[in-house]
């Protein structure tokens, strides 16, 4: 179950509108210690990092 949650979690992660805490409410954990651990256990990485990562470059870095 935790590794389904993070996986959906994932393309919510990456919405630059979202913030981490949002993202931990829609999937339902009661606080972020438990989402991290569960993200960290499943992926190796934080959610933080893992947004930092994955996300696309935003339009300044591609245009600077």
Do not use: W
Not at 11 to 32: C, E, F, R, S
């Amino acid at each position: 179950l935790n590794r389904l949650k993070v996986d959906f979690s994932k393309p919510n992660l990456l919405q630059p509108n979202l913030t981490v805490t949002d993202v931990i409410g829609m999937m339902g954990y009661a606080d972020i210690s438990t989402f991290n651990k569960s993200f960290r256990k499943v992926c190796g990485i934080s959610p933080s990092i893992y947004r930092k990562k994955e996300a696309p470059p935003s339009r300044k870095e591609i245009f600077s």
